[in-house]
Nanobody, 130 residues
């Protein structure tokens, strides 16, 4: 079974920063959509950021949830098959379990539709205190 491995969560105070990492297996790395989602208990998984490969890495398309624009950056290191989420100016409402995900290319629906991602990490917990 294909498994992504995410890490880097922790507990920080509001205004702090964390950087999440996700190692993606090579056979689902090239050309796949790569994203970060988060979830809090009793709520649906929410799309945080998406990186959509196409052409040169500098021209990849990225999407962000409105709530994290200007504070979070999704990036990757192709040599390491690793996806990152740099989170700054963290707020208590950013707390939750964060998951990385990989999806097949060619999806034309909403970028944050979790159902379009068949491959997931196990999750890493982020807790932001006020």
């Amino acid at each position: 079974q294909v498994q992504l491995v995410d890490s880097g969560g922790g507990s920080v105070q509001a205004g702090g920063a964390l950087k999440l990492s996700c190692v993606v297996p090579k056979d689902i790395y090239t050309g796949f959509r790569r994203a970060w989602f988060r979830q809090i208990p009793e709520k649906e998984r929410e799309g945080v950021a998406l990186r959509l490969p196409g052409g040169e890495p500098a021209y990849y398309t990225m999407h962000y949830a409105d709530s994290v624009k200007g504070r979070f950056i999704i990036s990757e290191d192709n040599a390491k098959n690793t996806l990152y989420l740099q989170m700054t100016s963290l707020k208590p409402e950013d707390s939750g379990m964060y998951y990385c995900a990989a999806g097949f290319p060619g999806w034309t629906g909403s970028w944050d539709d979790a159902r379009s991602f068949p491959y997931w990490g196990q999750g890493t917990q982020v807790s932001v205190s006020s």
